[in-house]
């Protein structure tokens, strides 16, 4: 598997919107399931989002509604778009796959940096 490179965080006031991309490609990304992940200081990684390669989605109950993941297979992408964000969703945001929702098992990228303000 390929090392994901993402991309498009950034400082936001509360309320605002980011959308995050990550460029990947391998079988995770092709038939198995790809999450966006976000690690705040002083806490353990967790999930956000998941899109399954038949194209359903699974979100972490704080984010229901605020966040849409989606993929672009033409350009071996998936996308995190944020809306409505609060401070709490200040994190270094990353993607990885797997074959189940919420087991990565591919390589860690350096991840972006989300910053919201109050």
């Known amino acids: 598997q390929v090392q994901p490179v993402e991309s498009g965080g950034g400082l936001v006031q509360s309320g605002g919107s980011l959308r995050l991309s990550c460029a990947a490609s391998?079988?995770?990304?092709?038939?198995?399931?790809m999450g966006w992940y976000r690690q705040a200081p002083g806490k353990q990684r967790e999930l956000v989002a998941t899109i399954i390669s038949g194209g359903s989605t699974v979100y972490a109950d704080s984010v229901k509604g605020r966040f849409t993941i989606s993929r672009d297979n033409a350009k071996s992408t998936v996308y995190l778009q944020m809306d409505s964000l609060k401070p709490e969703d200040t994190a270094v945001y990353y993607c990885n796959g797997g074959w189940r929702v919420g087991a990565p098992l591919g390589s860690w990228g350096q991840g972006t940096q989300v910053t919201v303000s109050s």
């Open positions: 391998g079988s995770f990304f092709s038939i198995g399931t």
